[in-house]
Every structure is written in C-alpha cells, then in structure tokens.
Nanobody, 118 residues
Framework: QVQLVESGGGLVQPGGSLRLSCVAS??????????MAWYRQAPGKQRELVAH???????TYLDSVKGRFAISSDNGKNTVYLQMNSLKPEDTATYYC??????????WGQGTQVTVSS
C-alpha cells in the first residue's frame, strides 16, 4: 500500500511563492512509479493536471503555469516537489499529489490548500 502526504500549502499574496512537497511511504519508492504528478481542484471546477514528471525525467505542465511552476523529485527522500512562483489568484485551489503505477493505478494524497490573495 502506498501513502502520499502533501505539505507546503498556505496563504500567499499574489506574486509570491510556495513549494509543495509530497512524501511517498509504504511499498515502493517514487522511482518505481510510471508518473508522479500534481493536480489541483478549485471550488466548482474539475480537477486538472498541473504538472507531471515521468520516470524518464520528462516533465509536462499546464499551459497556464508554464514558466512559473517547476516539478522535481528527490528519489533519496521519496519526495516530489512543486515549486510555484509568481502565484496568481487563479492558482487558488486544493493541490493533490498523484502517483500512477505501471498498471495505470492511481494513488492520491489528501490534498493541501493553496490560497493566493491580498
């Protein structure tokens, strides 16, 4: 069984930065997963993919966060990060960590709230 625990959310002013962390515990390391990703869901909206990092190291980003967000991983710490810079009010959402295994099974964290407001 895999557990994903997110942290690092909070209240930040527009233009500010936050770094989200997702620690994986249980069976397997993050390097064993097909993809690690961050999703977000704002009230009344569907969950959307923000960024993902494949086992190969390839990364992809939602168009609206390109150049502002960066996903990275530290296999030694079994942790995936999402560095968020130049935050905007429209980035306000609950952010979820996701791990997809080679059977395309998805594991989810409980989410961490990010609020961008002055």
């Amino acid at each position: 069984q895999v557990q994903l625990v997110e942290s690092g959310g909070g209240l930040v002013q527009p233009g500010g930065s936050l770094r989200l962390s997702c620690v994986a515990s249980g069976s397997g390391s993050i390097s064993s997963f097909y993809i690690m990703a961050w999703y977000r869901q704002a009230p009344g909206k569907q969950r959307e993919l923000v960024a993902h990092i494949a086992r190969s190291g390839t990364t992809t980003y939602l168009d609206s966060v390109k150049g502002r967000f960066a996903i990275s991983s530290d296999n030694g710490k079994n942790t995936v990060y999402l560095q968020m810079n130049s935050l905007k009010p429209e980035d306000t959402a609950t952010y979820y960590c996701n791990a997809r295994d080679w059977n395309y099974y998805d594991y989810w964290g409980q989410g961490t709230q990010v609020t961008v407001s002055s």
